[in-house]
């Protein structure tokens, strides 16, 4: 028997926290959003709706690589403070290949890694049951 792949992802817009769920203790990896203070006032100078445009742009590229890492899990937990992982989520309906992934998405507050590592711990153990 295959076993399952499971992944919690405590997220924001700017980063996200991808706690993998195991028998053995792995580190958290983390992804960044690539769109920081700096590009944010550059783009501001010129305009607004530039600005907007490329945050929206470096706003995909974030979802996609976020993606790119759920395609290999069976089970995944998003979680955090914000927005993002509601349009996370969004973003992944959208392709096909997900179909098959059983996702969730939970609110919240804005919690240490220590907190992060037992909300995972804690949402996958009530779901295995052993015989």
Known sequence: MKAIKKI???MD???A???EFSDEVKPTKTISADFDNQD???TLQRSESEMHNKQQH???AYYKTLAHIIRDFDEVVLFGPTS???ELLNFLRKDHLFDTIKIE???TDKITDNQQ???VREYFKKFDVKS
């Open 17 to 19: 926290n991808l706690i």
């Open 117 to 119: 590592h037992a909300f």
């Open 84 to 86: 993002a992982k509601s």
């Open 105 to 107: 998405v939970l609110n």
């Open 40 to 42: 944010k006032e550059e």
């Open 8 to 10: 919690g992802i405590c």
């Open 58 to 60: 470096k706003q995909i």
């Open 13 to 15: 817009h700017a980063n």
